[in-house]
């Protein structure tokens, strides 16, 4: 554990710094949000839809900006050298600041959830309990993951101006996801895809989930038993409901019956999973063989 110290530093880092607790209020005051659909989704676990709400939109970029300086701040200021002079080999001092970072943020999102927790409780009543912790869970992976993300981010780059450069264009790419998704499988099969009326095909609605938040919101929405899809709780609700149609791409709407085994809402663990293995491993690559000056 001599990486522990330097983890430590990483996560007061984070904690004295105003954007952790910008991207905690974000998440409370965008999460709240009660509406008719949602509580008819959902009844009380609407207060766990708030969460979802929040954290799909504020974590996501949030993290990523809390986190993408972690070694390139380093490189800029010279101290990456009082770093690569202490008695920790590279991967500790990656695996110090990744953890660091984590922890910091994982911190204040955990202490956003608590809030809109204790505002659902106020205003709705009692909710589930393991629909809650299952969602905790899966909001903690997501700040990992896009923790794992900035550090990648911020191994492989040498200028913040390159860093921030590489975090805005994975925001925009997740961003239009979607319709880069749909582009690329009518440009290959001929198929025009209208999410009104989308088509019954297992390798579109893969590729629409492969996004750490397209991840999340299918596990959440799993914990909140509404339908299988990458859209916000309430707007599935509103797809499965009798005559209606909504722009959203739904499981339930578009196969009989489940679908794909590999369309199941579990395995988006491993999605998110991978987002958290994949860019660290790649980090560390980069750190351990490279020049980290």
């Known amino acids: 554990m001599r990486w522990s110290p330097l983890a430590r530093s990483e996560y007061r880092t984070v904690l004295t710094s105003k954007g952790a607790w910008i991207l905690a209020l974000l998440v409370v005051l965008w999460g709240f949000r009660p509406t008719y659909a949602g509580w008819d989704a959902v009844g009380r676990n ?9 954290v799909d939109l504020f974590l996501p970029i949030g993290a990523l900006l809390l ?3 972690s070694l390139i701040g380093e490189r800029t200021t010279g101290s ?6 202490l008695p920790l080999t ?6 110090g600041k990744t953890t660091g970072r984590f922890v910091g943020i994982g911190t204040a999102i955990v202490a956003a959830t608590v809030v809109l927790a204790g505002i659902g409780l106020v205003e709705h009543g009692t909710f589930g309990l393991l629909p809650f912790l299952g969602t905790l869970v ?9 923790v794992a993300v900035g550090v990648f981010v911020s ?5 913040t101006v390159t860093a921030a450069t590489g975090v805005f264009a994975y925001f925009l790419v997740t961003l239009f996801w979607s319709q880069i998704v749909t582009s690329l499988y009518t440009a290959v099969t001929g198929i025009p895809v209208d999410p009104y009326d989308a088509p019954a095909s297992g390798p579109l609605f893969l590729a629409l989930r492969l996004t750490p938040d397209g991840a999340y919101n299918v ?6 038993d509404v339908g299988n899809s ?4 309430h707007i599935v609700y509103t797809k499965l409901a009798p005559g209606v149609s909504v722009n959203a791409f739904v499981v339930e709407a578009a196969f009989d019956g489940g679908g794909p085994w590999y369309l199941h809402p579990a395995l988006s663990l491993v999605v998110l999973l991978v987002w958290v293995v994949v860019p660290v491993a790649l980090a560390r690559r980069v750190f351990t063989t490279g020049d980290a000056v």
């Not at 990458?230 to 709780?233: D, G, S, V």
């Open 67 to 69: 986190s993408y300086q």
């Open 230 to 233: 990458t859209e916000l709780f």
């Open 46 to 54: 609407i207060t766990i839809g708030y969460i979802q709400i929040g």
């Open 90 to 95: 590279r991967t500790q001092i990656l695996f």
């Open 138 to 146: 899966a909001t903690l992976l997501l700040a990992s993951a896009m």
């Open 219 to 224: 596990l959440t929405n799993w914990f909140l």
């Open 80 to 85: 990456i050298k009082f770093l690569l002079g």
């Open 155 to 159: 191994t492989v780059t040498r200028r």
